[in-house]
C-alpha cells in the first residue's frame, strides 16, 4: 500500500523529468542576460583566433505570426546568411503572441533586461520612445535608410531620432463586393460619407430580426473613427497635445458612424452575423468592409475580381477632406538597456535588406516597408499593386496614439453608448474628450 | 537552458529549501518551548507541529505577508515600472472612489452578477439536488453529469465554445429556443416577456451605472419585443451579463453536491412527524427541509461571493476585453488592465484593497444575518 | 394528530409514485441536456467540414464526421509542445501542492503545539483575500528575482502548502480518524514523521485523491498566472494559446480546429473525473457540511 504511493511519486517525477528533457528547442530565461558559453565550442581554429573578437549573443523578440513558417525562415535562413557577415554575433529568438506581448515588454522594462530587439505595434512609441535607443547616427551613412518609405517612417521617430526600422506594412482600406452592389442598384462604390450611409442600408438584409447580409463592417471600430477623423482633415491632438474631442471632424465622424450603424441594424436588437470562419467579404455575408488584406479574401481568390478596393470616402461639407488608408507597420527597435547596441543595429540593417523584408513579408501578404523590396510577389499582384498605389497616395502611419490601451478603453466605453442611445452625440464628445484629457493629465503628458 | 529543465531544478532547490526552513523553524519553536521550561514531551510535539506546518507558515510570509504589505504600501504611490513608487498619499482611492467612472462600473457590474447570479444559481442547484434525493436508480450518473461542468467552466477552451453556443443568430442554444417554441407555440409569449424583462432591467441598471436613463426610456417605449426579437447574449449590453449568469448556472455542480449532502444529513424522524401532523409536501419543504440546509446555503452564499467579485476569464475570452460598452468589464478585469496593460501599478494596488475590503463587508453582512435564518444544530463531534 | 387528516389521493399510492418518479426522471433528464449540450456542440462542431461550419444553416451533427481537425491539431508540432507545456507544469505543481498540503493538515489535525490555532485561523483568513490582492506585488517580486518568462511563478508558489481550502478540506478528513491510530503508535516509539507517512497518508487516500484532482484541474485550467508569466510563444500553456485563438485582427481560425483543440485540452479532465468522481462527490460534501 505505502510503497504504491511512493511508487506513483517517484513515476510522476520521472514523467516531469522526462517532459522537461524532451522539451522543445532550448531556450534561455528571457529576463537573464544572455549567458555566455563558458566552454566555447572545442574549433580548431579556436587557439589561433585573435582574443579581441568576442562572441556576443543578442536575443530578439518577435510577434510569431505564423507559427513553423517565419520562425523557421528567420533560424535556419535568415541567422545563417547573417553569421556569414558576422561570426561574432549569435542570435537567439523569442517568440511571443499578439496578445501577450504588452505584458512581454513591460516586464523587460521593468526588470531593465530583457532581449535586445523588439518587435513593436504601430501606435507604440508614444508609450516607448523614450526607453528606445535613438539609432540616429548608427543610420545616418547607411545607404539603404533612404529607400523605406516616408509614411512607413512615421512610426518610429520619436523627439527627431528614428528609434528603429518599419518590418511590416499592413495598409487598412475600403473593399466592397460589386456584384451585391449591383444587385441593390448601386453601380459605383460610394464616394461621400452620405452615400456610404445609403449603400450600407441598401446592401444589409435583416429578416426574422437576424442579419443576414451586413452592408457594411465593422460598425464599432475605434481605429476606424480616428481613421475618419484624418479623412476629414481633423486630427485627434491639437498643438497643446490636448485631445481635440471638441472639434467638428470629431463630431462628423463620431456622426457618420452612427448613421451608418443605423442604416445597417434598424435597432439594437437585430442579432449580429453567425460566427464564420475565414474572409468575411467571401461569404456573401458582408457587402463592405474596412480592413486589410489580412482579413480579406486571399488575393489569388477569384472573389476579387467581384471585389473593388477604394481608399474610401469624403465629406464636401468639409473642405479639406480627403480619402486617408490607415497604415499600420510593425516595427524593430532596440531598447537603450540593450548591452549590445551597435551589434543589434548591424542584425536590423541585415533584416531591413529588400530581399529580407521582401520575403517576410511574403508570409503574410503585407507589404515590406520601402519602395526597392516591391518586387515578386507583390509586383505579380494586381490586388496588392492596388492598395500599394493607394497606400502611396493616401497612406497616413497609425502612429503616436497617446496612452493607447486606456484611449481604447475610453472609446470602447463612450462609442457603444452613443450607438445604442443610451447617451446623445454631445455628451459622448465631451466625455472622450474630458476623460482622455485627465488620462493623459495622469501620465503627465498634460501640465 | 531548456525551461522545464530550468524549473525542475528550482522545484528540487525549493524543496530542499523548505526542508531546512522547517527544520530551522522547528528548532527554534523547541528552542523557546525548552527556554520556557516545558517538558520534553511538549517540546517534542512543539518541534513535529512547527515542522510539518512551516511550509505553510513559511509560505505565508514569502507569497502573502510580504506582497500583501507591499501593495498596501504601493496603493498610497504613484508607481509605474520601470521608475520607483513615488508617495502620493490617499489619492488613488479618493480618485477611484469618486471620480473614476470605469472603476464604479465595474464595481457595479461585478455586484449585478453578485446579487442577480448567485441566487439563481443556489436556486437550479437546490432543485437539482432535491430532484437528486429522490436516489432513483441511476442517480449517480446524474450527479456526474451535474459536477462535470464545474471541472471545465473555468477552461478558456470551454468559454470559447460558449462564444459559438451563444451566437444570437444561428448558435446553438437560440436555436433550441426557436425548436422549443415551434413545438408549443404557447412559450413564445413567454418568451418575448422573458425578453422584455431582461432587457428593462438591464437598462434601468445600465442607467443607475450610468446616471442617464436613456436606454431604459427607449426600451420602455419600443414596448414588448417582437416575436423575432431573440436574446443577444454577449453580442448586447442588455444581454452580456445575463449570459455569464448563465454560465454559472450552467457550473452549479459543487453548491448542488453541497446542498445534497446537507439533505442527506436532514433526519428523517422530522419529516414522519411532519407527516403525521399533516403537511404537505411544500409546507414540508419550507418548514423542515429549508430550515435544516440553511448551513449549507450560508456556506454556498460565502463561498459564492467572493468567487464571484474575482471573475475575470469570462471579460476576457468571453466578451473580448469586457465589452459590448463595458458591460462586462468585472472589477477583477480592471485590477488586471489597470496594471498589466496600463502600467499603473499603485492604481491596480488601490483597487484591490477596495476589493478585499467589499469581500470583507458583505461576508460579515453575510454573518451578521447568519443568526436570524441559519438554523445550526449544536453538535459536537 | 389522527392519521385521517392527511389528504387522500383519488390515485392509488403505487401509481402515484411511479407518476412521480416519471416527472423526476424527466427533470434530470432535461437538467443533462442542459449541462452536456454546449460539450455536445464542441464535438459536434469539431468533426464538421468547414463548409458544415461556416453555413448559416444549423447542422446538428455532421452528415460523415470529419476527424481532420484532430488529425491536424495531432500532428501540429507546436500543438503537441503546448500539451507537453501543460502537462508539464500541471504534474510538478500538483505533486508539490499535493506533498506539503499533506504535511501541513497533519500539523492542524493530529498534532498539538502551541499557536496552532492561532497560524489556523490565519490560514483561514487567506481564503478572503482576493488572488488579484498579491497577483501584482508577486509579480514584481518574481520580476526582480528573474522568474519572470519562466515556469518558476507557476510552480513554485503551490509547494508551500499553496490552498487554504485543500489544507482545510484535508484537515477535516484528518481530523475523523480515530486518536487512538497515533497514540499507539507513539508508544510504540515511532516518530511523528512516521506516523504521518505509514499511517496518516495511507488512510486518507481517497481525500488526497479529491485534492489531486481538484489541483489538477485548476492547473491545467489556469489562465491568469500563465498569461504575465510566460512570455514567450514556445512556452504557453493550452490555456493561453486558446484564449488567443479569437484574435480580431486576424482571419478566424476554422472553427472545426478551435473546437478539435478545445475538445483535446477537456479530454484529461474528463477522464480524470470520470475515474475519481466517487471520491470528489463525497469530499466536496464534506467541505460545506462540517464547514
Request: charged residues 15%; neutral net charge.
Amino acid at each position: 500500500m505505502r510503497s504504491k504511493v511512493w511508487i506513483l511519486v517517484a513515476g510522476l517525477s520521472v514523467v516531469a523529468l522526462l517532459l522537461a528533457a524532451c522539451g522543445p528547442r532550448p531556450t534561455p530565461s528571457p529576463t537573464q542576460p544572455p549567458v555566455q558559453p563558458t566552454q566555447p565550442p572545442v574549433q580548431p581554429t579556436q587557439p589561433t583566433q585573435p582574443p579581441a573578437v568576442e562572441k556576443v549573443t543578442i536575443q530578439v523578440m518577435v510577434v510569431d505570426y505564423i507559427p513553423d513558417k517565419t520562425d523557421k525562415w528567420l533560424e535556419e535562413e535568415v541567422v545563417p546568411a547573417f553569421q556569414k557577415e558576422h561570426p561574432n554575433i549569435n542570435v537567439e529568438f523569442v517568440y511571443v503572441n499578439w496578445g501577450t506581448l504588452d505584458e512581454t515588454i513591460q516586464g523587460y522594462f521593468a526588470a531593465g533586461e530583457g532581449a535586445d530587439i523588439l518587435n513593436l505595434g504601430s501606435e507604440y512609441v508614444a508609450e516607448y520612445g523614450d526607453r528606445l535607443a535613438p539609432l540616429g547616427a548608427y543610420l545616418k551613412d547607411w545607404p539603404d535608410w533612404a529607400q523605406f518609405i516616408p509614411g512607413t517612417l512615421d512610426t518610429v521617430m520619436w523627439e527627431g531620432e528614428p528609434r528603429g526600422l518599419p518590418w511590416l506594412t499592413a495598409p487598412r482600406a475600403y473593399m466592397c463586393r460589386t456584384d451585391i452592389l449591383q444587385e441593390v442598384g448601386w453601380s459605383k462604390v460610394p464616394g461621400t460619407f452620405d452615400e456610404m450611409v445609403k449603400l450600407a442600408g441598401d446592401a444589409t438584409i435583416v429578416e426574422g430580426g437576424a442579419l443576414k447580409r451586413q452592408g457594411f463592417t465593422p460598425l464599432d471600430d475605434w481605429q476606424e473613427y480616428i481613421s475618419l477623423i484624418w479623412t476629414l482633415g481633423g486630427s485627434i491632438y491639437k498643438d497643446d497635445g490636448s485631445p481635440n474631442f471638441d472639434s467638428p471632424e470629431a463630431r462628423a465622424a463620431l456622426q457618420f458612424m452612427y448613421d451608418r450603424r443605423r442604416a445597417v441594424l434598424p435597432n439594437e436588437q437585430t442579432a449580429g452575423l453567425p460566427e464564420t470562419t475565414g474572409a468575411l467579404l467571401a461569404s456573401d455575408l458582408v457587402a463592405c468592409q474596412w480592413g486589410n488584406l489580412w482579413g480579406a479574401p486571399a488575393t489569388s481568390d477569384p472573389i476579387w475580381e467581384k471585389i473593388e478596393l477604394f481608399p474610401g470616402f469624403t465629406d464636401p461639407d468639409f473642405p479639406n477632406s480627403t480619402p486617408v488608408v490607415q497604415v499600420f507597420n510593425d516595427w524593430l527597435a532596440i531598447p537603450t538597456y540593450s548591452k549590445h547596441i551597435p551589434e543589434a543595429v548591424e542584425f536590423l540593417k541585415f533584416l531591413g535588406s529588400a530581399e529580407n523584408l521582401n520575403t517576410y513579408n511574403s508570409h503574410f501578404g503585407s507589404f515590406p516597408p520601402r519602395k526597392d523590396a516591391w518586387f515578386g510577389y507583390v509586383e505579380k499582384d494586381i490586388v496588392m499593386m492596388k492598395m500599394g498605389e493607394l497606400m502611396g497616395q493616401y497612406g497616413v502611419g497609425f502612429a503616436d496614439i497617446r496612452e493607447t490601451a486606456q484611449f481604447r478603453d475610453v472609446l470602447m466605453a463612450e462609442m457603444p453608448l452613443y450607438f445604442s442611445d443610451a447617451q446623445d452625440l454631445d455628451t459622448t464628445l465631451k466625455n472622450i474628450q474630458e476623460k482622455y484629457t485627465q488620462i493623459l493629465r495622469d501620465a503627465g503628458r498634460l501640465p | 537552458m531548456n525551461p522545464k529543465l530550468y524549473t525542475f531544478l528550482w522545484a528540487i532547490a525549493t524543496v530542499i529549501f523548505i526542508i531546512l526552513s522547517s527544520l530551522a523553524v522547528a528548532s527554534l519553536a523547541k528552542l523557546i518551548a525548552r527556554w520556557r521550561g516545558k517538558n520534553r514531551l511538549y517540546q517534542s510535539r512543539t518541534f513535529a507541529g512547527y515542522f510539518f506546518a512551516s511550509p505553510w507558515i513559511v509560505g505565508y510570509i514569502i507569497f502573502v505577508i510580504g506582497p500583501t504589505l507591499a501593495s498596501l504600501y504601493w496603493s498610497f504611490t504613484r508607481f509605474k515600472l520601470p521608475d520607483p513608487p513615488v508617495w502620493v498619499g490617499p489619492q488613488n482611492y479618493i480618485q477611484l472612489l469618486t471620480a473614476d467612472d470605469q472603476f464604479r462600473v465595474s464595481i457595479l457590474n461585478s455586484l449585478y452578477v453578485t446579487f442577480f447570479g448567485l441566487p439563481l444559481q443556489l436556486a437550479t442547484a437546490l432543485v437539482l439536488a432535491l430532484l437528486l434525493y429522490r436516489r432513483l436508480p441511476g442517480e449517480q450518473a446524474f450527479r456526474m453529469i451535474y459536477y462535470l461542468p464545474v471541472m471545465l467552466a473555468a477552461s478558456s477552451a470551454m468559454l470559447i465554445t460558449w462564444r459559438l453556443v451563444l451566437n444570437p443568430n444561428n448558435g446553438i442554444l437560440n436555436t433550441l429556443i426557436r425548436m422549443i417554441e415551434s413545438i408549443f407555440p404557447f412559450l413564445v409569449p413567454v418568451r418575448q416577456g422573458m425578453v422584455w424583462f431582461t432587457e428593462i432591467t438591464n437598462a434601468a441598471f445600465i442607467g443607475l451605472q450610468r446616471g442617464n436613463f436613456n436606454l431604459l426610456y427607449q426600451t420602455i417605449a419600443q414596448g414588448l419585443p417582437g416575436p423575432e426579437v431573440m436574446p443577444l447574449w454577449h453580442q448586447s449590453q442588455l444581454w452580456s451579463k445575463p449570459a455569464i449568469i448563465f454560465i454559472g448556472v450552467w457550473s452549479c455542480g459543487t453548491m448542488m453536491m453541497i446542498y445534497l449532502a446537507a439533505l442527506c444529513s436532514v433526519p428523517t424522524h422530522l419529516y414522519e412527524a411532519a407527516l403525521v401532523d399533516g403537511a404537505s409536501g411544500w409546507q414540508r419543504f419550507w418548514r423542515i427541509t429549508f430550515p435544516m440546509i440553511s448551513p449549507a446555503t450560508f456556506y454556498n452564499l460565502v463561498v459564492g461571493i467572493i468567487a464571484t467579485l474575482q471573475i475575470f476569464e469570462q471579460s476576457y475570452v468571453l466578451t473580448d476585453n469586457g465589452g459590448p460598452a463595458q458591460s462586462t468589464y468585472f472589477v477583477a478585469y480592471y485590477l488586471w488592465r489597470s496594471t498589466f496593460r496600463f502600467n499603473k501599478i499603485g492604481y491596480g494596488a488601490a483597487m484591490s484593497w477596495i476589493l478585499l475590503v467589499l469581500i470583507l463587508i458583505l461576508t460579515l453582512i453575510q454573518f451578521r444575518l447568519a443568526n436570524k435564518w441559519v438554523y445550526y444544530e449544536y453538535e459536537e463531534a | 394528530m389522527p392519521r385521517s387528516n392527511r389528504r387522500e389521493s383519488f390515485l392509488p399510492r403505487k401509481l402515484r409514485q411511479a407518476f412521480s418518479n416519471g416527472i423526476v426522471y424527466l427533470l434530470l433528464l432535461a437538467g443533462s441536456g442542459f449541462m452536456l449540450f454546449p460539450l455536445f456542440w464542441m464535438l459536434s462542431t469539431s468533426l464538421k467540414t468547414m463548409e458544415e461550419a461556416n453555413s448559416p444553416r444549423i447542422t446538428w451533427w455532421p452528415a460523415q464526421p470529419q476527424a481532420d481537425a484532430y488529425h491536424e491539431v495531432l500532428t501540429d508540432s507546436r500543438w503537441l509542445l503546448y500539451f507537453s507545456n501543460s502537462a508539464f507544469v500541471t504534474t510538478l505543481a500538483v505533486l508539490g501542492t499535493l506533498i506539503s498540503v499533506a504535511a501541513v493538515a497533519y500539523a492542524f489535525s493530529r498534532i498539538q503545539w502551541p499557536g496552532r490555532n492561532i497560524v489556523f485561523f490565519l490560514m483561514l483568513s487567506t481564503l478572503m483575500l482576493p488572488y488579484q490582492t498579491t497577483l501584482v506585488p508577486q509579480y514584481v517580486m518574481f520580476n526582480k528575482i528573474g522568474w519572470v518568462g519562466t515556469y518558476n511563478p507557476i510552480v513554485i508558489p503551490g509547494f508551500f502548502a499553496g490552498g487554504a481550502l485543500y489544507i482545510f478540506l484535508l484537515r477535516q478528513f484528518m481530523m475523523g480518524l480515530p486518536k487512538e491510530l497515533d497514540e499507539a503508535a507513539l508508544i510504540d516509539g515511532a516518530n511523528y514523521f512516521q506516523i504521518w507517512r505509514h499511517i496518516i497518508l495511507p488512510l486518507c487516500k481517497p481525500a488526497l485523491a479529491t485534492i489531486a484532482v481538484f489541483l489538477f484541474v485548476g492547473n491545467w485550467n489556469a489562465l491568469q498566472a500563465p498569461l504575465i508569466y510566460l512570455q514567450r510563444a514556445n512556452m504557453y500553456t493550452l490555456p493561453v494559446v486558446i484564449a488567443n485563438l479569437i484574435n480580431p485582427q486576424v482571419q478566424v481560425q476554422p472553427w472545426p480546429l478551435i473546437m478539435a483543440a478545445s475538445a483535446l485540452t477537456m479530454i484529461p479532465l474528463v477522464v480524470v473525473f470520470f475515474f475519481t468522481q466517487r471520491y470528489i462527490l463525497e469530499s466536496v460534501a464534506l467541505t460545506g457540511t462540517k464547514g
